[in-house]
């Protein structure tokens, strides 16, 4: 059976600008909540940090010829804030806004469309410094850099996405302490949440401005929530965890409150801000009309009363632990719109991490990865043809990277990194993948013969 896509489905693969970048104070970069999170010491897997990581910065030619080899129509990376103004608004860092240009005009000669991110979290220390997302003036100052960064890339680029995950950025990082700032209160994670959807709602327009051509949009991580047994208190868990990750974001963003069962419980937990009510006069704001969805999808959550999320024994998981659950993206997709009736939806993420490397003739026979990625293709396909307007696709990611506070410990890449040569070398998956856009498709039953690895 074939499995094929719409004729102007985009394929790509995407990055994030500390994860991939290096030159963490080059240039005249300012220090991030990044870098100052990854340099104190036991935050970060064997205290790994960004400073290097692919190197990017300084291989940006080759990395972009490296995806023209690949066959890829589209390309998403974001822009370190701090790399433009350095103290998070006031000086500009022409330097900085000099190397998104150049990348930019490299990416439209090899023919791959950008998709750029404007936040992947890495905030400018100077502003957490002033209680960052935490603070609502936070939310113009992300207004005012988008419109600087637009103004310079705004004729070339034609695809902007806000934010990235800003559930992860609100709970990983001011609730749960995982992330950068490395805060743990839920009050200050439902400020930062509410501040961060407003920066969105707020950079909208101005993007838009100079940049009248484009898309706009936000990408998100909605995971498919199923309850661990069917008694009402697993339901119940299930209802909750839908309501913080996914329900908190979609709901305001779609022109809706923000779930009542949701803010009750807050409320009853003594951790509602007491401006709750005031960040309601916002929500028109948030809710100002966008041209897609980003879905990251990665797995689904599966919830049971009073424990944190399990995974069904016996189940497939990649080495992050996460469930490989390829229906559950399926899922998403369709409630994205039957429930949301968005307009249009990228994927912009979807990956595994597994750290299979290259064996004695250099080849790396990343069997999982290509068939996780062809699992869940074929379901965005069913997707597709059940009537969800996905327009394009992108894995996460180009090539393995610094993720977060795992350090280098897990490979999500197409593309193998070695961190002490900074070799690249493309992976059973990435030439498969290649095969994928090619041919606008895949056959299922050809799934195993990997073109240009044999
Ligand atoms: O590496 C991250 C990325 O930065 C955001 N989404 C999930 C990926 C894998 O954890």
């Not at 696709?393 to 280098?408: C, I, P, Q, T």
Request: charged share 20%; aromatic share 12%.
């Amino acid at each position: 059976m074939t499995i094929s896509f719409p004729p102007d489905f985009v394929w790509g693969a995407a990055t994030a600008a500390y994860q991939i970048e290096g030159a963490y104070n080059e240039d005249g970069k300012g220090e991030s909540i990044w870098d100052r999170f990854a340099h104190t010491p036991g935050k970060i897997k064997n205290d790994e940090t960004g400073d290097v990581a692919c190197d990017h910065y300084h291989r940006r030619q080759a990395d972009v010829q490296l995806m023209r080899d690949m066959g890829l129509q589209a390309y998403r990376f974001s822009i370190a804030w701090p790399r433009i103004l350095p103290a998070g608004r006031g000086r500009v860092n022409q330097a900085g806004l000099d190397f998104y240009s150049r990348l930019v005009d490299g990416l439209l000669e090899a023919g791959i469309t950008p998709f750029v991110t404007l936040y992947h979290w890495d905030l400018p220390q100077a502003l957490q410094d002033r209680g960052g997302w935490a603070n609502r003036d936070t939310a113009q100052y992300f207004a005012d850099y988008a419109g600087l960064v637009c103004r310079r890339l705004g004729d070339r680029v034609l695809r902007w996405i806000t934010h990235n995950e800003p559930w992860v950025v609100a709970f990983m990082g001011h609730q749960l302490g995982r992330h950068a700032p490395g805060l743990t209160d839920t009050r200050s994670a439902l400020r930062a949440a509410h501040h961060l959807l407003l920066s969105h709602g707020l950079a909208a327009p101005v993007i838009r401005q100079h940049s009248p051509a484009a898309e706009v949009g936000i990408a998100l991580n909605i995971n498919h929530v199923d309850p661990a047994g069917d008694s009402e208190a697993d339901l119940a868990a299930a209802r909750r965890l839908d309501g913080y990750t996914n329900r908190w974001f979609l709901d305001p963003l779609a022109g809706r409150p923000y779930p009542a069962d949701m803010v009750e419980y807050y409320r009853e937990q003594g951790q509602l801000p007491q401006e709750m009510d005031f960040m309601g006069d916002d929500l028109p704001i948030i809710a100002t009309p966008i041209d897609f969805v980003g879905l990251n999808y990665y797995t689904r959550l599966v919830a049971r009363a009073g424990g944190e999320p399990t995974v069904p024994e016996g189940a497939p998981v990649t080495e992050m632990g996460w469930e490989v659950y390829p229906d559950g993206l399926y899922h998403v997709l369709n409630r994205l719109h039957t429930e949301y009736h968005l307009p249009k939806i990228y994927i912009t993420e979807n990956g595994a991490a597994y750290s299979d490397g290259p064996d004695e003739t250099g080849r790396i026979a990343d069997t999982r990865r290509r068939d996780y990625l062809r699992l869940h293709f074929a379901a965005a396909q069913r997707a597709i043809q059940a009537g969800a307007p996905l327009a394009g696709y992108f894995v996460w990611s180009l090539m393995d990277n610094f993720e977060w506070a795992h350090g280098f410990s897990q490979r999500f890449g197409l593309v193998w990194l070695d961190y002490r040569t900074q070799e690249r070398i493309i992976k059973d998956s990435g030439h498969w993948y290649s095969a994928v856009i090619a041919q606008n498709g895949f056959s299922e039953t050809q799934p195993h013969n990997i073109s240009g690895a044999d």
